[in-house]
């Protein structure tokens, strides 16, 4: 907003515009110049200064924004496996509550609140103090839900902590974001971006959920069950996961709900998704064709295990067309040429595979 308004005020003062712009290449914030520019142009398109800058600021806020979302995904993947890590050692059975419940049943909304705030502090802009304030109620926040989890109260006193807890997450992901006393544009900015992350969070279960599907279907057509804790961890595992990409994938931590980029559509999504999942695939169908290879003669008389190879392949071919970009120029040359590799090798499995 301090931008546009200055901005606002330059409709027709080509040195006062120049000015704003080399303060805020200086001070490496040129996305929100960016931003306060496109606001400016679409109030009055017909302002020819307002067109000049905007057609101007494509590429150099094109590439910034590239620069800095690669800067958060080198974050945002460590922070994920850690979180992933969390989630599956949580979800053991010698952790369950009195009653069966897992623990991660209860605890899964502070953690994932948790490292959405850290990603959001460590990778953005945000008031580092506000961030460990935020984090720090949340906390308190679980553990004041795990010390009732564990006494004897009735049951619906569970459930509704239960439902309440991913509301109180998010809560403090948005007080870490915008503060106790948020401007109104930037506070229904983030509502809108929240609402985005959820879509994306779901997406993101959904594949999960069929990928981990396919996966223990053609172990289990193999007759090679996997162990119960393996599985439990896997799956909590892959849960844990989702939150900070989700976050990762629609939210640029740089910049304020206001000045995010709300155009991006669900191309965006697919791609990052399926390309996150290449390398999952490269291990999993790897181990699997060693299964195979041990349980040679077993689709000679097993139909069914055939009706799993043909739905591993249908999966194997949506990866492989989501993972392939439309337009290779959009990724610098170091990361074309890992997805190249990435997609060459996934081929070349499916295709031993099939035969």
Not at 40 to 53: E, I, K, T, V
Not at 290 to 316: C, E, G, K, S, T
């Amino acid at each position: 907003m301090e931008y546009q308004q200055e901005i606002s005020a330059a409709h027709n003062d080509p040195a006062r515009l120049e000015n704003l712009y080399q303060a805020a290449r200086r001070a490496r914030r040129l996305s929100e110049f960016t931003a306060g520019v496109r606001a400016c142009y679409a109030q009055a398109p017909d302002n020819l200064l307002y067109a000049a800058w905007h057609c101007r600021l494509q590429p150099a806020a094109e590439a910034e924004h590239g620069a800095l979302l690669s800067g958060a995904w080198r974050l945002a993947i460590p922070l994920s496996l850690a979180t992933a890590l969390v989630f599956a050692l949580l979800s053991l059975r010698q952790l369950d509550l009195s009653r069966g419940e897992p623990l991660l049943s209860l605890l899964w909304a502070p953690l994932a609140g948790l490292a959405i705030i850290a990603f959001l502090a460590l990778a953005g802009k945000q008031d580092r103090r506000r961030s460990l304030l935020a984090a720090a109620g949340l906390a308190v926040v679980g553990a004041y839900a795990l010390f009732w989890a564990v006494q004897p109260v009735r049951e619906t006193y569970r459930t509704l902590m239960l439902l309440h807890l991913p509301l109180l997450a998010w809560v403090a992901v948005g007080v870490s974001v915008v503060g106790l006393r948020p401007e109104r544009d930037n506070l229904f900015a983030l509502l809108s971006k929240s609402l985005e992350v959820l879509v994306t969070g779901g997406l993101y279960v959904l594949a999960g959920g069929l990928f981990a599907a396919i996966t223990f279907g053609m172990f289990a057509a193999l007759h090679v069950p996997l162990p119960e804790w393996l599985a439990r961890m896997c799956i909590a595992g892959g849960g844990g996961l989702i939150p900070v990409l989700a976050v990762a994938t629609v939210y640029d931590p740089n910049l304020k709900p206001i000045e995010q980029r709300f155009e991006e559509g669900l191309g965006q999504v697919i791609s990052t998704l399926t390309r996150l999942f290449l390398p999952l695939a490269l291990v999993i169908l790897s181990a699997y064709l060693v299964a195979m290879l041990a349980n040679f003669m077993q689709p000679f008389r097993d139909r069914d295990l055939l009706i799993v190879y043909n739905v591993m392949l249908f999966a194997v071919m949506g990866l492989l067309i989501g993972a392939t970009p439309v337009h290779g120029q959009d990724l610098n040359p170091r990361h074309r040429a890992a997805l190249r590799a990435g997609i060459l090798a996934l081929a070349v499995l499916a295709t031993l595979a099939s035969l």
